[in-house]
């Protein structure tokens, strides 16, 4: 068990470290017909096997468009209350868009999204005893209108068809002071800016139109803890299956609704059932949003009973995104409750080769 804990902190250092390309929705005279330049920055959520370390108790989980690959941590707060190394890491891919996205074409994307949608994660944990964690899951997209590389440039709204024709005039111009064919196009230092910038209003505002867009998710994990944080001993304590629908209200809002189904080990050791039904509010836009949330325990020993909470949601440029929330909820017996917090830092790789 050793390996996968190390294998996995490679591959989120590897998330860390990656850098942007410039993508470009057209090129040579002609709408890019590849994936890769279609990809919008939006809110990366957290990765099923993620959710299933309580690294927080909200239940909830959230459907985004897909990504190549994303990385969430938590709990970077040591006992003393001084930022340490965070003690959960997940990660989460996509396996068929990994292999195909340098050449893989909007059309082949669109005939086949179920399963380039398809995701693995994993994630570790340590607790205050030093004992590991080691979760795996698989999430799917049933619906996702939020995806710009399923529609590519051509007719998926007027504005960013408006901005492709503008693009495919400055190669138009371009050709004409290169010459005829078979010479190559040569872009001016102008004319590159310009190609950038409309490139990158297409997707801003994709990403500000539609970050609320329609979607359904459903996704699956299981956990199992061991002795130490070497992985020693690891033993199955928890499954969970969630299914989420998110609805958008205008250009400001998006309302999810989600329940989880599965089962958990208690303190015990024995096998208790562990069903929720939660509902979230988000209001603000791509780059900034707010959220509030409310929680019920339909049949769970091992979840709090209710949990009321709300939070923010914040785009930090080129490297990744904040999450930030503090609540209140019950115990799993209904009594007592107290206040919960939560902190992420997540982050993905905007293009891969």
Same mark, same amino acid.
């Given at each position: 068990?050793r ?43 957290? #990765? ?16 985004q468009?897909?990504?190549?690959v994303?990385?969430? $941590? ?18 989460? $891919? ?35 005893l ?25 007719g ?11 693009m495919?005039?400055?190669?138009? #111009? ?24 409309l ?6 505002y994709?990403?500000?139109?539609y ?16 002795v ?13 299956a969630?299914?989420?629908? #998110? ?89 007592k ?17």
């Amino acid at each position: 068990m050793r390996r996968p804990f190390r294998q996995l902190g490679h591959v989120a250092a590897l998330v860390v470290c990656a850098q942007a390309g410039r993508a470009q929705i057209v090129r040579d005279l002609a709408v890019s017909p590849f994936v890769k330049d279609y990809k919008v920055d939006f809110a990366i959520p957290d #990765a099923p096997a993620f959710k299933l370390l309580d690294v927080d108790e909200s239940a909830i989980l959230r459907p985004q468009t897909v990504r190549d690959v994303s990385a969430a $941590f938590d709990a970077f707060r040591g006992q003393s209350g001084s930022f340490v190394v965070p003690k959960q890491i997940g990660v989460e $891919f996509s396996p068929a868009l990994i292999i195909g996205s340098r050449y893989l074409k909007v059309s082949d994307y669109a005939t086949q999204r179920f399963l380039y949608a398809t995701r693995l994660s994993a994630a570790t944990s340590r607790d205050t005893l030093n004992r590991g964690q080691l979760a795996a899951g698989i999430r799917f997209s049933m619906k996702d209108e939020q995806d710009l590389r399923a529609k590519g440039a051509d007719g998926t709204d007027t504005a960013v068809t408006r901005m492709t024709k503008a693009m495919l005039t400055v190669y138009s #111009a371009a050709r004409n002071h290169s010459g005829p064919p078979p010479a190559p196009i040569v872009l001016n230092d102008d004319e590159k800016k310009l190609l950038e910038a409309l490139s990158d209003s297409i997707k801003s505002y994709w990403a500000d139109h539609y970050w609320n867009a329609n979607s359904v998710e459903i996704a699956f994990a299981g956990r199992a803890s061991t002795v130490d944080s070497l992985g020693h001993d690891p033993k199955f304590d928890s499954f969970g299956a969630w299914g989420t629908y #998110a609805n958008g209200i205008g250009g400001w809002g998006q309302f999810l609704l989600g329940a989880k189904v599965g089962t958990a080990r208690d303190s015990a050791g024995k096998f208790h059932p562990s069903n929720t039904l939660a509902a979230r509010l988000y209001i603000g836009s791509n780059a900034l949003k707010a959220f509030v949330e409310v929680q019920n325990a339909i049949d769970s020993k091992t979840d709090a009973q209710w949990l009321g909470n709300s939070g923010v949601e914040l785009k930090l440029a080129s490297i990744g995104w904040i999450t930030t929330s503090a609540g209140v909820a019950s115990t799993p017996s209904g009594d007592k409750p107290h206040l919960i917090s939560s902190f992420k830092f997540k982050t993905g790789i905007p293009g891969l080769p």
